[in-house]
Nanobody, 129 residues
């Protein structure tokens, strides 16, 4: 079992930055990959970024490349999402998720929400224009 708690969301203006955090508990943190997803108003949940259990690979959705950075601190059981140059279309609820399956060498498998076994409750990010 893995429990996940996100924090760091809020209301910001276009061009601002936010850093989201997700603290995990339960199973040893360095044994599973982590991902961030988001769900905008009236939209389906979509992949944002993922990070392997030791941070060796970090695939991103095309719409956040160069603006968002995912990282993890295995000593603190925490994964982060640094979000810069925020846009109104980044508005949504951001979820962290844990994937306890054996590591895959394919980045694309981490894009799928069905890959992940545990989810946090989400944190709201609102970007005003």
């Amino acid at each position: 079992q893995v429990q996940l708690v996100e924090s760091g969301g809020g209301l910001v203006q276009t061009g601002d930055s936010l850093r989201l955090s997700c603290v995990a508990s339960g199973r040893a943190f360095n044994t599973y990959a982590m991902g961030w997803f988001r769900q905008g108003p009236g939209k389906e949940r979509e992949f944002v970024a993922a990070i392997r259990r030791l941070g060796s690979r970090t695939p991103y959705a095309d719409f956040v490349k160069g603006r968002f950075t995912i990282s993890r601190d295995n000593a603190e059981n925490t994964v982060y999402l640094q979000m810069n140059s925020l846009k109104p279309e980044d508005t949504g609820v951001y979820y962290c998720a844990a994937d306890v399956s054996p590591t895959s060498f394919s980045d694309s498998v981490y894009y799928r929400a069905s890959r992940y076994d545990y989810w946090g409750q989400g944190t709201q990010v609102t970007v005003s224009s």
